[in-house]
């Protein structure tokens, strides 16, 4: 696939391209280590049947992937983004702030994983930033990015 190639998301290809994009650079070598193995599984020595597990899978770009405009996926990613970008990150970094001795403006998210009570508090941040981080390479939603930017820079 040539540089600036563009793919198409269909549903068909719902988990190939969930496999890939779940893939980073470091995964390659994980990946063709398992190419391998079913390489000797299926089309190895003593198998009449040749597979087709020759082609390395080469790590590309979220934004090289283009959800179809009126696609469930693209519905689902929408409502994805406006919920990620509804929440306020200084709600979400009033727990670091408050054991850091910073300023704590405004509340935490009482009953959630955010809570002061919450053994798992500060988790829910993490997936926040990856889905966020993953929203704006995909996109290049600029307001995932700044979010990103603010809450790492605190």
């Known amino acids: 696939m040539g540089r600036g190639a563009r793919i198409v998301y269909a549903p068909w290809a719902a988990l190939y391209t969930l496999a890939l994009l779940c893939f980073s650079s470091s995964d390659v070598p994980r990946v063709r280590a398992w190419q ?7 089309g190895g020595q003593g198998s009449s049947r040749k597979a087709d597990v020759n082609r390395d899978i080469q790590p590309f770009d979220l934004g ?3 959800l179809a405009a009126q696609s469930d996926q ?25 054991n850091a001795g910073l300023p704590a403006p405004g509340l ?23 889905a966020l981080a993953r929203v704006w ?17 605190e």
């Open 137 to 153: 390479a995909a996109t290049g939603n600029a307001t995932a990015l700044a979010r990103v930017t603010y809450a790492v820079g």
């Open 108 to 130: 935490p998210y009482a009953g959630s994983w955010e809570d002061v009570n919450c053994e798992v508090r500060g988790q829910f941040m993490g997936h926040y930033l990856s």
């Open 36 to 42: 391998g193995s079913a390489r000797s599984r299926i």
């Open 64 to 66: 090289q992937v283009t």
């Open 74 to 98: 693209a519905r689902a990613a929408d409502l994805n983004t406006q919920y990620l970008l509804s929440l306020d990150p200084d709600r979400l970094l009033w727990t670091f702030r408050n």
